[in-house]
T-cell receptor, first 112, second 116 residues
Framework: DQQVKQNSPSLSVQEGRISILNCDYT??????FLWYKKYPAEGPTFLIS?????DKNEDGRFTVFLNKSAKHLSLHIVPSQPGDSAVYFC???????????FGQGTRLTINP | DAGVIQSPRHEVTEMGQEVTLRCKPI?????LFWYRQTMMRGLELLIY????????DSGMPEDRFSAKMPNASFSTLKIQPSEPRDSAVYFC??????????????FGPGTRLTVL
């Protein structure tokens, strides 16, 4: 039972263009969503988050959009840079709990 | 701060052997999480502690897995006996709730376990 799904295992984008990573969830009790970035041989690092009371959160080149009715969130990176090449995990937290449920990850490759 | 520390970084063992993974959380953090990453299932939460007390162990796959947190600065994840299907990368993470509704989790570098 995969409550958080990232249906694209990989994505390739040209440097300078926009990268869009998608995530779907099934549990309507999720009230906080996060994106983590992971480089090889390292642990995931926090990138950006959004509360369910918002529909957009922006931090520099990174913007997360939340569509609660569709149970869908997306991460936009613009402009994409070679250092953005990594695996990106979407995660969600059920209300009142500190636990996170992660998606399977999307490997983003930025081509020069 | 040194961040979350995990040891060993790599572990190769034979089926049936006991494996112990170790974690030192960031000082002052009151939550500690153990995750497992596999190609098939991605990042799965195994168990988490709050103030050294296990809160949710519903992700622990079976009785062969056990986790302890004897004090605020140390936790272990033990697999006994180990099986080839336990091969994965195991991550420890910690967080501090404070006054926020939710705080980010800080991950260690992981332990790559290979069971032959």
């Amino acid at each position: 039972d995969q409550q958080v799904k990232q249906n694209s295992p990989s994505l390739s984008v040209q440097e300078g263009r926009i990268s869009i990573l998608n995530c779907d969830y099934t549990n309507s009790m999720f009230d906080y969503f996060l994106w983590y970035k992971k480089y090889p041989a390292e642990g995931p690092t926090f990138l950006i988050s959004i509360s369910s009371i918002k529909d957009k959160n922006e931090d520099g080149r990174f913007t997360v959009f939340l569509n609660k009715s569709a149970k869908h969130l997306s991460l936009h990176i613009v402009p994409s840079q070679p250092g953005d090449s990594a695996v990106y995990f979407c995660a969600a937290s059920p209300g009142g709990a500190q636990k996170l449920v992660f998606g399977q990850g999307t490997r983003l490759t930025i081509n020069p | 701060d040194a961040g979350v520390i995990q040891s060993p970084r790599h572990e190769v063992t034979e089926m049936g052997q006991e494996v112990t993974l170790r974690c030192k959380p960031i000082s002052g953090h009151d939550y500690l999480f153990w995750y497992r990453q596999t190609m098939m299932r991605g990042l799965e939460l195994l168990i988490y502690f709050n103030n050294n007390v296990p809160i949710d162990d519903s992700g622990m796959p079976e009785d062969r897995f056990s986790a302890k947190m004897p004090n605020a600065s140390f936790s272990t994840l033990k697999i006994q006996p180990s099986e080839p299907r336990d091969s994965a990368v195991y991550f420890c993470a910690s967080s501090f709730l404070g006054l926020a509704d939710y705080n980010e989790q800080f991950f260690g570098p992981g332990t790559r376990l290979t069971v032959l």
